[in-house]
C-alpha cells in the first residue's frame, strides 16, 4: 500500500506530553519549596505503586539521566563524577547526574523554569535492573542524609518461580513498613490497589501505542516511543497518564486509518535493541528515515509494559511485573523475547546498540546476535556507543555503518 505523504506532520500530543512534563515537574519542585507533600526517588522499574498509594509524590532520576543526555549536557558533567571517585565505566545516567549535582546544573531550567530536581525524603530502588542505581541512590543518601530503601530482586532469572514472587512480594510489604514513619501515615490497602488499577491501564495503553507499529506504514518510531515513554515511566499510577495516552492513541490510530507513515517512506522495518543513545536522537531519525528504514519497534519500549500488575493481589503481582522484565532474565528468555518481537513487528534487521556504559543491558557480547540472526535468517548491525556519553560513540563510523547496512538489506531484496 503507498504512504500517503502529503499527511505527513508531527503529533498534535508532542505539545500535550510537554505540557504534562512541566506540570509534573512543578508540582514536584513547588512541594519540595513549601514542604506540602513527602518526595521519594524512585527507580524507573521500582515501586512506584506503593509509593504513590501511601502519598509520596514520585520523581525519577533516571529521567533527569536521559535529559541530560538528550541535552547533551552529560558529556561535560561526567568528568566532575569521576573526579570524586566514580569511574567513567560505569552507568552514565549516574555519573552525568552526579556531575549535574555536584555542578549545580540541569536541563529542568531551561525546560521547565525549576532549579532543580526536588529535595528527597527518602530513595527507593530495585536492584533488578542493575547495581548502579543502589550506588547512585547511596550517593544521594549521603549527601541529603535521607534513608534508602531496596528491593533485592535476583538477575538472571530463567522461569519466575513462585519462591521469587514470595521473596520480593515480602521485601515490597517491609517496605510498606518502613516508608510509614517517614510519611506518617500506614498503608491502606484500598490506594494500593486503586494505584496499581492506574498503572494496569497505563501498561496497557502504552503496549496499545507500541503495538501501532505492528501497521505498514508504522505509525510511529523507535525515536518517537523514546519520547512518548516520559508518562509510563513517570506517570504510571495516575490518570494524567490514562489522558495522555488515550489522546496519543487516537492520533495514532487516524494515522493508521489513513495509511501515514511515521517517516516519509517505509522501505525496511528495523529493530533496535536496547538503550537509545539520548543526545544523537535527531541523527538517528533523520538519517533512518532518509534511508527509508523505520525503527519500528524496541526492547526499550518494551521495558515499561508490566503486564502481571494486578489490583486483586496487589503485592505479588507488583514482585512478578517487575521481576519478569526483559532486563531480569537470563539468556534463553531475552532470545526467546526478540523472536517473538521481530516476528510480530516483522523486521527485516536488527540494529544492537552496545552501550559501552550500561553493560548489563547490552546483549551484543555473548553472541546473541549472530545466534538470532542463524535462526531467523535476519540480519543485524552491532552499534558501538553509549545511552550519554558521546565520547563512546562515533557519527562518522556509525553512519558507514548504517548506510553499508540498509544497503545490504536492499541487495538481500533484490536476490
Ligand atoms: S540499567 Fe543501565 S542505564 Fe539504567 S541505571 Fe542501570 S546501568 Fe544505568
Same mark, same amino acid.
Request: proline share 6%; hydrophobic share 35%; charged share 25%.
Given at each position: ?9 508531527? *503529533? ?19 512541594? =519540595?519549596?513549601? &514542604? ?77 523554569? /525549576? ?32 534513608? /534508602? ?22 521485601? $515490597? ?31 496497557? *495503553? ?9 501497521? &505498514? ?11 512518548? /515513554?516520559?508518562?509510563?515511566? $513517570? ?10 495516552? *488515550?489522546?496519543? /492513541?487516537?492520533?495514532?490510530?487516524? &494515522? ?18 536496547? !538503550? ?11 538519517? $533512518?528515515?532518509? $534511508? ?46 526478540? *523472536? ?23 546483549? =551484543?557480547?555473548?553472541? !546473541?546476535?549472530?545466534?538470532? =540472526? ?42
Amino acid at each position: 500500500m503507498q504512504n500517503n505523504t502529503s499527511n505527513f506532520r508531527p *503529533l498534535e500530543t508532542s505539545r500535550r506530553l510537554k505540557d504534562l512534563m512541566c506540570a509534573y515537574y512543578r508540582e514536584l519542585d513547588e512541594a =519540595s519549596s513549601n &514542604r506540602s507533600a513527602r518526595i521519594a526517588w524512585c527507580t524507573s522499574q521500582g515501586p512506584v505503586e506503593l509509593l504513590r498509594a501511601m502519598g509520596f509524590l514520585v520523581y525519577f532520576p533516571e529521567n533527569h539521566g536521559a535529559l541530560l543526555g538528550a541535552t547533551r549536557m552529560a558529556t561535560e558533567l561526567i568528568p566532575y563524577a569521576t573526579a570524586v571517585g566514580y569511574s567513567p565505566d560505569i552507568c552514565s545516567y549516574l555519573t552525568s547526574d552526579i556531575g549535574a549535582f555536584l555542578t549545580g546544573r540541569t536541563p529542568l531550567t531551561g525546560a521547565y523554569n /525549576i532549579p532543580g530536581p526536588p529535595r528527597p525524603d527518602v530513595l527507593v530502588y530495585n536492584n533488578n535492573q542493575c547495581r548502579d542505581v543502589q550506588e547512585w541512590f547511596e550517593f544521594y543518601s549521603r549527601q541529603y542524609e535521607v534513608p /534508602i530503601l531496596g528491593i533485592r530482586t535476583p538477575r538472571g532469572v530463567g522461569e519466575v518461580s513462585s519462591g521469587i514472587i514470595e521473596a520480593v512480594a515480602d521485601q $515490597m510489604e517491609k517496605m510498606a513498613e518502613d516508608l510509614a514513619p517517614i510519611c506518617g501515615q500506614h498503608l491502606e490497602i484500598e490506594n494500593l490497589k486503586d494505584t496499581i488499577r492506574l498503572s494496569k491501564q497505563c501498561t496497557e *495503553l502504552w503496549k496499545q501505542v507500541l503495538e501501532a507499529a505492528v501497521n &505498514r506504514p508504522s505509525p510511529l518510531t523507535f525515536f518517537d516511543a523514546c519520547i512518548y /515513554i516520559g508518562p509510563a515511566v $513517570m506517570l504510571r499510577g495516575t490518570e494524567r497518564a490514562i489522558t495522555y495516552y *488515550l489522546e496519543l /492513541i487516537d492520533e495514532l490510530q487516524d &494515522r493508521m486509518r489513513t495509511k501515514t507513515g511515521a517517516i516519509p517512506e517505509e522501505r525496511y522495518r528495523l529493530y533496535w535493541e536496547r !538503550m537509545p543513545i539520548w543526545g544523537k536522537l535527531r541523527f538517528f531519525a533523520e538519517t $533512518m528515515a532518509r $534511508m527509508k528504514a523505520c525503527v519500528v519497534a524496541s526492547t526499550y519500549g518494551h521495558s515499561w509494559v508490566f503486564e502481571a500488575l494486578d489490583p486483586e493481589q496487589p503485592f505479588g503481582s507488583m514482585a512478578r511485573a517487575y521481576t519478569e522484565l526483559f532486563t531480569v532474565r537470563d539468556e534463553r528468555s531475552k532470545a526467546s523475547f526478540l *523472536l517473538k518481537m521481530f516476528e510480530a513487528f516483522g523486521v527485516d534487521g536488527v540494529i544492537y546498540h552496545n552501550s559501552k556504559t550500561c553493560p548489563n543491558c547490552a546483549n =551484543s557480547q555473548y553472541g !546473541m546476535p549472530e545466534r538470532l =540472526s542463524k535462526k531467523t535468517g535476519i540480519p543485524y548491525l552491532i552499534i558501538d556507543g553509549d545511552l550519554n556519553d558521546l565520547r563512546l560513540f562515533s557519527q562518522e563510523q556509525t553512519l558507514t555503518n548504517l548506510e553499508a547496512f540498509v544497503e545490504m538489506l536492499g541487495q538481500e531484496r533484490l536476490e
